[in-house]
């Protein structure tokens, strides 16, 4: 993610998740496709349970509902692919987000954005970079570093460590 100051706006392309909208950094984008065939990945888990072919690349197609405890559903005539370039572990990868809708590039004022609590969430906190309030409602800006780090493994998906211990 690129430094903002206080005062510049976040260009960001926002979706929605099982009703819920989220938002990416523009600048991170690098297409928006309709569906793809998928090819499954045995023993692979939910999260990037699949890859796509796109441009001739075989890239991983990871679903964002997993990390959020959302129920997956199947796709729809809005349903899309958001192919991201991201930095993971020092290289650019090419990565296929799925998205039950795409709405627009907009641009989000720093002056409405806040960082999640860190309580009173359905969701874990630290996968959210910040929160943006816009004509009532609330958009989430994941946190792609903490999510992919934790490989979309929400809290119910976590083993406490003291049941490791046992």
Wanted: proline content about 6%; overall charge negative; charged content about 25%.
């Amino acid at each position: 993610m690129t430094a903002e100051t206080p005062t510049e706006a976040i260009e960001a392309l926002t979706f929605d998740l099982r009703g819920e909208t989220f938002a990416l950094e523009a600048g991170l984008v690098r297409e928006v496709l309709d569906l793809l065939p998928e090819t499954g990945v045995p023993g692979a888990p939910p999260f990037v349970g699949a890859v796509i072919n796109f441009r001739g690349r075989v890239i991983p197609l990871v679903d964002l509902r997993v990390a959020f405890d959302m129920e997956v559903a199947e796709p729809t005539i809005d349903s899309r692919i958001v192919v991201i370039e991201y930095d993971l572990d020092g290289e650019a990868t090419l990565i296929g987000l799925r998205a039950d809708k795409v709405h627009e590039v907009t641009a989000i004022d720093r002056a409405v954005t806040e960082e999640a609590p860190r309580v009173g969430l359905k969701w874990r906190s630290d996968f959210i970079r910040l929160l943006a309030r816009r004509a009532g409602d609330v958009i989430v800006i994941p946190d792609l570093d903490q999510i992919f780090a934790a490989r979309g493994q929400s809290t119910a998906n976590v083993t406490p460590i003291n049941a490791l211990q046992s």
